[in-house]
T-cell receptor
């Protein structure tokens, strides 16, 4: 009974490099979300996948950010040309469905530090 | 309560006392609400949820109250324990028009004093 798994748990990168963050949702969950959490702050919505529908990308902060979800399961969040302000914890969550009344289940996040 | 900026509001509670954490939500069309608990270094963990057709829901040591008139949500923790020390977030489902996205409040830090 695995929960949402994220890797790596920590990532340190140099400014200007690209990074990829991985999320393995709970098996059978059709909805997958990425959130960003800066130190001491709340959760900022980034992107949302539901089944085969086009993803909701309305929260992505710039075109340096992109995400894909292959086969309706694993998702990868890519940040190109990282900047120091990208430093944060990136959280992935999955849900059984996008219908109301179903909570999100979160992974423990990837802590990204851009030096 | 809610927070803006870098500093989370903090609620200090004596062990054994009851805690009340408040949250103001933004969208009158929101009809599903969730409370999450986040411990250091971990992702948010589901505590309890409530639909808008209810004004109160109880779990184990926790109660959520919903006042739709003033768009206010609260989480009550009975007999607070050291393990309850964490940051608590409320979240609202913004409805079909917003793709059923969950939007989170800024969080409240709860510190339980022994």
């Amino acid at each position: 009974g695995a929960g949402v798994s994220q890797s790596p748990s920590n990532k340190v990168t140099e400014k200007g490099k690209d990074v990829e963050l991985r999320c393995d949702p709970i098996s059978g969950h059709t909805a997958l979300y990425w959130y960003r959490q800066s130190l001491g702050q709340g959760l900022e919505f980034l992107i949302y996948f539901q089944g085969n529908s086009a993803p909701d990308k309305s929260g992505l902060p710039s075109d340096r950010f992109s995400a894909e979800r292959t086969g309706g399961s694993v998702s990868t969040l890519t940040i190109q040309r990282t900047q120091q302000e990208d430093s944060a914890v990136y959280l992935c969550a999955s849900s059984l469905t996008d219908q109301r009344g179903f909570p999100l289940h979160f992974g423990n996040g990837t802590r990204l530090t851009v030096t | 309560g809610e927070s803006v900026g870098l500093h989370l509001p903090t609620l200090s509670v004596q062990e054994g006392d009851n805690s009340i954490i408040n949250c103001a939500y933004s969208n009158s069309a929101s009809d599903y609400f969730i409370w999450y608990k986040q411990e250091s270094g971990k992702g948010p963990q589901f505590i309890i949820d409530i639909r808008s057709n209810m004004d109160k829901r109880q779990g184990q040591r926790v109660t959520v109250l919903l006042n739709k008139t003033v768009k206010h949500l609260s989480l009550q923790i009975a007999a607070t324990q050291p393990g309850d020390s964490a940051v608590y977030f409320c979240a609202e489902n913004m409805g079909v028009a917003a793709g059923n996205k969950l939007t989170f409040g800024g969080g409240t830090r709860v510190l339980v004093k022994p």
